[in-house]
DNA sequence: GATGAATGAGTATTCATTCAT
DNA sequence: AATGAATGAATACTCATTCAT
């Protein structure tokens, strides 16, 4: 500006990945010391931006936070209606592939990274949980439900309450995962996610008691 | 009382309780505000005494927190022992019973509080979350494990992964709480956890698919 | 109390020492951690007796403060008056026995302690800086004085200004001891307190310069 | 200012001085209280700013006194060095210009309050009397034990001991300028620092006994 | 006399947010 | 658009002192 030929601008256009490198910065930061140990100050400086500049694209220390949780939970809603269209083919490979998708995303730390700040601040900030759930549970539960349901419909599955069965098949997977991010609980040899998932499975299809009681219970 | 017209004694002596009802009342507040939103002073104000006397019982305001997760961790380690007795038993109607039981104990929101806050603080204080898996987990996770793995070897349950079973066991209850308590999620017609625990236990004897494919897996 | 015919007490007289005991305890905290990072909790529980004992002897935490100057203060009054007595036989003799023992004297810790106490709450107390000063200083600098004025009279000494010349005769032990005890600066090979002395006595005697110069400054 | 009508800006911006303008403030009043009795609160108010602005300058109340400190020391050195090159000239003269200046600057309230201060707070806070030690007696002491030294070896003034006549050179200002700064005492009109610079010079030139006596000692 | 539980005023430090430049 | 100096409210913790027992 002050020297109109002076070769420095590079590309300017940074500007517009601002909010977006602001968020790159906070996700870290909240993973590391949890939402409220973190400074706007500390989130600007690492974003590379002064703090002012924070504020011009985020109007609050939570708008941050909303922004992040809406960015990380876009795509979640779509991919959900692409597995309800999938989901006819063979059931049983869907379910593998299902739970075996489920539990790598949230297995990485970057993805699992939202859920667990969301259930943080749950307590102070209702209005996030409430987002997430809107964005996230409200899509990805009913659809799950349906899929259960149409399978019931169709005679691949036995008549169980579709609501109920899928906390039955995800619920293994999350308290998996809370136990490993969050207490630090894995079992011998690493997170073992799919020495869960191939478990669970046996249990899904052969149930928990040996054949011959399987069908007087 | 003695003096009677004397205007309320300024120092109500040795309360011996002191301890519990601050302890209460932090749980109150931190279940409400969560943990670093509430300050000491409420604390003590809500337990209706000064400030200071709180540093007489407890160190600081994180010692508060231990306190609380102390508290209620003692009884758990307990029953964790007791019903690794009574496993023998019937060992559906045991299942039954224990995912009853943990389903009605976590869905008292007296109780579910204090694993509420310790996820929460997490993050920020790892030595919290520490405590908790020590007092609990390290108990109640090699319990269940060893109940199942006694069951296999006596032919109960078909050859399963101890560890992993468990997890398939609890994990359901523990999301259904997630979602309801975290993020307000609840079938129709309330909690019905009486409705997960049938149709998980459902599902745990009879697998997921009807009976004509449960063998041939 | 609860069993009368018990042989504890031993000796119940202890009581009347419990200013002292006091005053020794506070002396010892002072002096390591400075008078007011120094709680009245700690002084009490050095002594052995509960902070509200302390409280029957003393009316405040200054007043420990005071006690304690006063105690120290008593004899020096005491020992100024004697030394004015002796001091007409050598005056060279009297002169190094002087600086010995206060140097002696103001060398021990134990001593020295209180005027470093004073000297650090006199901005604060100033009433502890003017019970010091009349009890110790308005003693000690007019005998000193008298001294000087009579030696002079009796033409013992050259006519020198008797209140400058007392500083000049006292201020290097001062400073030495300044620059050890709160500045931690010492001569090679330890405190070296008679160097000092004989040193100071060797210029007080025969002048700073050669003998030739001596006589026509 | 620039807007005649406008209700007094809320940010004086960048007052480049604000370190200089806060340690002003911090002296009057660490002077005049003590720096423990000294709220962060009056000196930020004393400098005009508020509570948070300090912290721009300092991270801690004790890093403003150790400005203060590091301010009032820088000179002192640097004068140090200055008067190890003009010594050799006339010795005498030299010594009573150097007195006087000692006595002058120290006897200025403004100058000697730092050394008061870390007086005061040197059983406390060792770092800041080590920091002081360093940056003012290690130059000082040194530099005037050297041109002692040297006028020992031109034969300028008796075989002394450097280190100590250091002490009997100096030693009796500190310690008038101590009992007059801290315990109020003062000879009849007034400080009278050239009075005591005067017999100080007296004695250190012929001596404090007569002449016929001064050289069998 | 003696205790120690209780009080509550006092204080350093942090940090989201504002706004003159 | 961008800066960063300035604000000031908020908060954990200390400790001299009191007083019921």
């Known amino acids: 500006m002050a020297d109109?030929?002076?070769?420095?601008?590079?590309f300017r256009r940074r500007a517009e990945h601002r909010p977006d490198e602001l968020l790159d910065a906070a996700l870290a930061l909240f993973v590391e010391k949890g939402y409220s140990h973190t400074s706007v100050a500390e989130i600007a400086r690492k974003a590379g931006v002064s703090k002012g500049a924070l504020y011009l694209y985020f109007p609050s220390k939570q708008a941050?936070?909303?922004?992040?949780?809406r960015r990380a939970v876009s795509p979640i809603a779509i991919r959900a209606q692409e597995a309800i269209d999938i989901a006819d083919a063979d059931l049983r490979a869907t379910l593998r592939a299902l739970l075996t998708v489920i539990a790598t995303a949230l297995g990485d730390p970057k993805v699992f990274a939202v859920p667990k700040i969301v259930i943080r601040e749950a307590v102070v900030a209702p209005e996030i949980a409430e987002m997430y759930r809107r964005a996230v549970f409200d899509n990805v539960l009913p659809a799950g439900a349906a899929i259960i349901r149409r399978a019931v419909a169709q005679g691949k599955i036995r008549p169980v309450d579709p609501e109920m069965t899928l906390r039955s098949l995800v619920g293994p997977v999350i308290m998996h995962l809370l136990l490993s991010e969050i207490f630090g609980i894995e079992?011998?040899?690493?997170?073992?996610?799919?020495?869960?998932?191939?478990n669970h499975l046996d249990i899904l299809v052969n149930g928990l008691f040996p054949a011959t009681e399987s069908h007087d219970a």
Do not use: I, M, T, W
């Open 64 to 69: 941050v936070l909303e922004g992040l949780v």
């Open 4 to 10: 109109p030929d002076s070769p420095e601008p590079k």
């Open 187 to 198: 079992p011998e040899g690493g997170l073992a996610l799919d020495r869960l998932v191939e």
